[in-house]
């Protein structure tokens, strides 16, 4: 009971917070975010299971009772968590609470409205990453866009109502791809199927239980449902060519659904492709190495380059994030401890560090009020605190040793190098590892440009340090990252033991 | 509980079973005599308090006969009266739980919304004689009942369309309501009649057995069984018989249009179930007559043609007359995905579920449009502009409304369109499911308009909202929250309607 616990307290943080008045909303809603933080820590410190919750693993805090009853296939609530989805719960709730803080001083205007969505969508979120039935799955998948389209739309910049409509419409399509391709695959799956518990569909999978669907045969239904679905889940993770609504989304956001989007709902799409397409269908994952990994190392090139010629600094650090997906998707692809075990431990890693960059940007532009590198120079000399954070999350990005970043890309790098589901992984990786030097590069550049040097500044507003829960945040979030970096195996030991089932059974890597 | 012992030991007679319509009937008559005492005075309280209490009442009483298996197969199977002209069954108390609870929420919002209007104890007293003639039609085992009881739901809905006598656009809908009212019921009746040259019947069983033994005017029988079909088009805003839908539901009394799209809706989808089921079974069909590629016809047109109109409406009050239409189109799959050997019950049962549903976003739809007439704010997408910031508790309904009639999770109408969907699917009518998928897809677009237009779009109008109603706001957060438990507490409703369905077959 402890998950639903979680959520609900959530839901109803949501929901006192929505109609308390507007000058107490922001604490209210950082208060009552502490709780789910308590409750996730404690399920930490309580966390038994072993394996991997869709392979026969045993399932930590796990509930499971039929929903509704429909022709053959029963719906059932079905929530528990293993060593991939008890670090992401952790990150969620912590993440929350964080960009709560920091949307304190740039949110001036129907502040309860914005933090009960936030609430909202973080008890959204956690019924992503705890959910093991398809349908209760899906009831949350869909319902973290709806507050996120608010965010954006409501307390977003300028052209707020045009990004977060492309948002809404791309991750929308999207899911019906991916909805069509898992439902397509429940049928043909047939009578061998008697719920839409991911296990047992998993396990059916597998298992070879797979007939025709649809005029297809079990083969092609097999590739389309796997097509299908990594286009639906591409769009959220995103990968180049379906990234193009990100950009938008992040530069119009309010920096405090910037942190919540690159920090946590990113990771959604990357948790889906391991949990769906990498778990249930090893087999064709393994006969489309090549695209696949092709578009991993695309994203991670092509998202880097794109950051290199940016001006926004949001912007920048939104394209960063493009590239930082990629080395996820290199990671899953590649079917080892490390590659794998590395992904999931980067979606926690990268989650930390991207809410710090936004964090940080988005400090800098309560008081400057721009965030064109152009317009300013040597801001460390009024902002210190502020700017030297920033700078150490940079270096967390670039994968300084010590840090979150470096353990996750080590890890997905090792493991991709040692790779043997294709002969030409250790050139992908190769390839990909080039895309540090770009982040070093385009990184270094924009803070030489806008931190250091001679203090210039165009706008009329007074530069000064921020406020002091302005930086909390982001001092906590730089301890997180650096613990994860000197002790990993926080996480990965978990994590580890989560992914080892996929391996084991997936072609004898 | 020594009395509801005393119940359970001592089985009530046979004609307790109708008891939601006697109640109905009975709580209008109420009204009309308080009226008359003092027919000046418009007591709305009061006059309100006494409608809602009716029809939750009703609806109470059918919820317990529901519960305690009356006329379902556990106590003895269908119940039948007057000669069976009347029968009571799981799905005629079903769909009393549909008529009943919109009428509860239609009534008390009305109290506010027609606070300034004479003759209101004649408005409550319309709203429960048509409820009443909803509740007969489902349980109509005959097609003169059948006729009879579409009358007495639809003559009263006539005149709560032109309520607002000094309205044009209240008067137009009215007149254009009735006038292809009166079409179609002629159409109706003169369809009973060449169905009982073929058949020498009007019983539905009788209808059925004639045709076992097979017809020799298999001609007049399919051209009654169009014209009767062409009754229940006009009833549930099908198309060919719609055209009367936007504008009626345009100019009618906000709570009016909740009531007719919603409950009436649902009463014509009542009655086409039980005359198509039990009159005309599939397997016993002449050659050549089949109302099954008729009903496929209809939904896929329907839902497309609501779809698409609905998307082309600058005003909003019309955009939901139009969505209605689709959502009509929809509850066809339930007549539409029948065959010989098939699933039936799942289907007929999902439909009657989505009905439900439906009876509680649409209404509540409706009426927070009823709330935004009630502050004199515009009609169209650009009045609603901004307020969601004036107005947040009535905006995260009509959002949840928005949300649910599009299909997206975590509401009712997700799984209810779902079962449906998934229903036809498992009935082999796949292409059916698809088309009804990919309306509902195109659907989000306008129905997200509206939710723009509340939250995103920023506030032009100076206009400042007036008091908060109590009665409206009531009905909407009651509408609100039943669709939000809907899908938590989905199981019982969509098993309770297949169980029902499947008494049918």
Known sequence: ?509 | MSALLALQSSPLPDWAAVAPALILALTGLLLLAIDSINPTSSNSPVLAGISTAGSLFAFAVAGWFLIEGTGQAATGGEISLYGDALVVDGMSLFFTLIFTIVAAMVSIASMDYLSKQRYQGEFYALVLFAATGMVLMSMSNSLATAFVSLELASLPSYALVGFLKDNKGSIEAALKYFLIGALSSAVFAFGISLVYAATGSLLFPDVARALSGGTGMTGVLGMGMLMILGGFAFKTASVPFHFWAPEAYEGAPAPVSAFLSSASKAAGFAVAFRVFIEAFPITQLPAGVDWVLAFQILAVVTMTLGNFAAATQENVKRMLAYSSIGHAGYALIGLAALSANGPNANVLGASMAHLLVYGFMNTGAFLFIALVEHWGVGRTFEDYNGLGAKAPMASVAMSVFMFSLAGLPPFGGFFSKYVLFYSAIEAGFWWLAAVGAINSALSLFYYSRVVKALWIEDDTSSLELGSKPVGLYTAILFAAVGTLLLLPAFRPVIETAQTVAAALF
């Open chain 1, 1 to 509: 009971m402890l998950i639903e616990g979680l959520i609900a307290v959530a839901f109803v943080a949501a929901l006192v917070v929505f109609v308390s008045p507007n000058e107490y909303a922001g604490r209210l809603a950082a208060a009552l975010s502490l709780l789910p933080i308590v409750g996730s820590l404690y399920m930490w410190s309580q966390f038994d299971a072993t394996g991997n919750a869709l392979l026969g693993g045993s399932i930590a805090f796990e509930t499971d009772f039929v929903w509704l009853t429909l022709g053959g296939l029963d719906v059932h609530w079905f929530v528990g968590l293993d060593g991939i989805s008890m670090p992401l719960v952790v990150l969620t709730t912590i993440l929350t609470t964080l960009a709560i803080v920091s949307a304190w001083t740039p949110i001036d205007t129907r502040q309860s409205q914005f933090y009960g969505l936030m609430l909202f969508m973080e008890a959204n979120l956690l019924g992503v990453f705890t959910a093991l039935d398809f349908f209760v799955w899906f009831v949350f998948w869909e319902a973290v866009l709806v507050p996120m389209y608010f965010l954006v739309g409501i307390w977003g910049g300028p052209r707020r109502k045009y990004a977060a409509i492309k948002f809404f419409v791309y991750t929308n399509i999207a899911s019906l791809a991916m909805f069509i391709g898992f439902i397509a695959l429940v049928f043909g799956l047939g009578d061998s199927v008697s719920s839409m518990r991911l296990p047992e569909i998993a396990m059916a999978l597998r298992g070879g239980e797979l007939g025709g669907f649809a005029g297809l045969d079990a083969g092609a239904l097999k590739l389309a449902a796997f097509v299908a679905m990594f286009i639906g889940f591409g769009v959220k993770v995103p990968i180049v060519p379906l990234h193009t609504w990100l950009p938008d989304a992040h530069v119009e956001a309010p920096t405090p659904a910037s942190v919540m989007l690159a920090g946590v709902l990113l990771k959604m799409g990357t948790y889906a492709l391991l949990r769906f397409n990498f778990t249930m269908m090893p087999d064709v994952a393994q006969a489309l190495v090549v695209p696949i990994a092709l578009i991993a190392v695309i994203s991670v090139i092509y998202g880097a380059v794109l950051a290199l010629a940016q001006q926004d600094l949001k912007r920048i650090v939104a394209y960063s994030s493009v590239s930082s997906m990629g080395y996820v998707i290199l990671g899953l692809i590649a079917y080892t401890t490390y590659g794998v075990g590395g992904a999931t431990f980067q979606m926690v890693a990268h989650g930390l560090i991207s809410g710090l960059m936004f964090m940080a940007v988005g400090v800098i532009y309560n008081t400057t009020h721009t965030r064109m590198v152009g317009d300013m120079s040597g801001i460390a000399d009024r902002m210190p605190v502020t700017s030297g954070i920033f700078v150490a999350g940079a270096f967390g990005y670039m994968g300084l040793p010590l840090m979150a970043g470096f353990a996750g890309e080590f890890f997905i790098f090792q493991g991709a190098f040692a790779s043997t589901v294709h002969a030409a992984m250790p050139l992908f990786t190769a390839a990909a590892m080039f895309g540090i030097v770009i982040v070093a590069g385009y990184l270094l550049l924009a803070m030489q440009r806008t931190l250091f040097g001679p203090f210039r500044f165009d706008g009329e507003y007074e530069v000064t340090e921020a406020a002091f829960h302005d930086v909390a945040p982001l001092a906590v979030l730089l301890l997180l990252v650096i613990v994860l970096g000197v002790a990993p195996d926080l996480f990965f030991q978990m994590i580890q033991q989560a992914v080892n089932p996929i391996l084991q059974t997936g072609g004898g890597l």
